[in-house]
């Protein structure tokens, strides 16, 4: 008699580093010998991965509970809204199990207590890389969890922890599995990634047989020699960044920093407990663009923080004006329960918040409407991601994934995961249009 073999459903929500967590626990399942469901019916179990750090974020992660509970009745709950248990019990009792982010085994305890692993090692090949979520030709590599900062909106540090960096061996080694399967863009994510390696002391490690230290420049300069795009996302605007750029103008990492700015004004960054001043920081942009011009910056701002005066927000425009940054977000302040700032005094009307976050994006708009209009003419390296009936979509290296423009290579239709050569013909506010260069 065949023994059946076991299948998990899989619901996947969040942010790239809870993505990451997905990819762990799946290559985990798939090693044991479970396989994944595609569909409610086939699963014997469904895992939830969740997110829980704004209350839209909450609410989507509860409907998707509770969808699962209803088309297969067991669930086992995981991931930032885990972490918060009584809410995911107040919400579906029902549940088999709750765990935490990154509970890989915890989670792994809760399947293999609803139904059995069937390992067969001639059939279970899991690749050295994992299974992965994202195309093939790119990966988010995840460095570290939690992180030390208390800023006042968030609420990461109780959902995740302190900082705690992973040895530079492990991530070196998972970062060349990857170049070795194909992917041709690795983006590194962490909730702090400049930070990495404080927790450790910045500990020698190895990798190849040669030391190196748990630093963020010795991680990029040891990525830089993977051949591949190296993308650097959440980076706190530390000196020691500074000692990255040179790195971009060498070609050896991608000229693109993804840095959270948040806000410019002074007093409100203050009530945030965000470590930055916006002067310091305009100078720190003109000295990066002094050693790397084609250095892309993106970031994220808050409007209608508890307190924000139009002051502050002129503030904030005035610091858009000058420092000219390719790719920027503004969202509207939103409560988050648990969150500190909940207690500050005077918070801003719903429809004053979303009329900031309107003006912001207007000025926004004309920054990068110009900034694009600069790359007509140009010839750039493109990464290729999908195709449609005449052309194909695909990323510069100012552009990652899911969140920036894209680059759309007209007549073309090119496999995804290849670099190409265009020269750019015209442009719009977040887009580039091009003809590729045989």
Not at 73 to 86: F, P, Q, R
Not at 106 to 128: G, I
Not at 153 to 181: H, T, Y
Not at 315 to 320: A, G, H, P, S
Request: proline share 5%.
């Amino acid at each position: 008699m065949t023994k059946k073999t076991p299948h998990v459903g899989f619901v996947s929500l969040g942010c790239p580093k809870a993505l990451v967590d997905s990819e762990r626990i799946l290559t985990q399942l798939k090693t044991e010998g479970y396989e994944i469901s595609a569909s409610y019916d086939n699963a014997d179990v469904v895992v939830v991965n969740t997110c829980g750090f704004i209350d839209s974020a909450v609410e989507e992660s509860l409907d998707a509970i509770g969808e699962a509970l209803e088309e297969n009745g067991k669930v086992i709950v995981t991931g930032c809204l885990g972490a918060e248990s009584d809410k995911v019990l107040a919400a579906h009792p029902e549940v088999l199990a709750v765990t935490g982010p990154h509970a890989y085994e915890e989670v792994m305890t809760a399947v293999r207590q609803q139904v059995k692993p069937a390992h067969d090692p001639f059939l279970d090949l899991v690749p050295p890389q994992g299974i992965k979520l994202t195309p093939r030709h790119y990966a988010y590599l995840k460095i570290s969890e939690g992180c030390n900062h208390r800023c006042t909106f968030c609420i990461i540090p109780s959902l995740r922890g302190d900082l705690v960096s992973r040895p530079i061996g492990d991530v070196m080694q998972e970062a060349e599995n990857l170049a070795k399967a194909g992917v041709k863009e690795l983006l590194v994510v962490s909730q702090d990634t400049s930070a990495y390696g404080i927790d450790t002391k910045y500990q020698t490690g190895f990798w190849n047989g040669r030391p190196i230290k748990t630093h963020i420049q010795q991680l990029a300069e040891a990525l830089g020699e993977l051949g591949i795009w190296v993308r650097l996302h959440y980076v706190y605007p530390y000196p020691h960044v500074d000692k990255i750029i040179p790195l971009m103008a060498e070609g050896k990492i991608l000229p693109y920093l993804d840095i959270p700015f948040q806000h410019a004004s002074h007093d409100v960054l203050k009530n945030m407990k965000r470590p930055a001043h916006a002067e310091k920081v305009l100078e720190r942009i003109a000295k990066w663009r002094s050693i790397c011009p084609e250095i892309a910056i993106r970031s994220t701002f808050i409007a209608g923080f508890p307190s924000e005066t139009e002051a502050d927000f002129d503030i904030m425009l005035d610091f858009l004006r000058e420092a000219q940054l390719n790719r920027v977000g503004c969202f509207a302040y939103s409560e988050v329960e648990g969150a500190v700032s909940n207690a500050l005094p005077n918070h801003i009307p719903e429809d004053e918040k979303q009329d900031r976050v309107e003006r912001f994006m207007e000025v926004q708009a004309d920054i990068s409407a110009a900034k694009l209009a600069q790359q007509i003419g140009k010839r750039i390296t493109v990464l290729t991601d999908d195709t449609a009936e005449d052309y194909t979509i695909a990323r510069s290296s100012a552009d990652a994934p899911e969140i920036d423009g894209v680059v759309y290579i007209e007549g073309e239709r090119l496999e995804s995961g290849q670099f190409a050569e265009v020269e750019i013909t015209h442009s719009s506010e977040h887009d580039l249009w091009g003809k590729l260069i045989e």
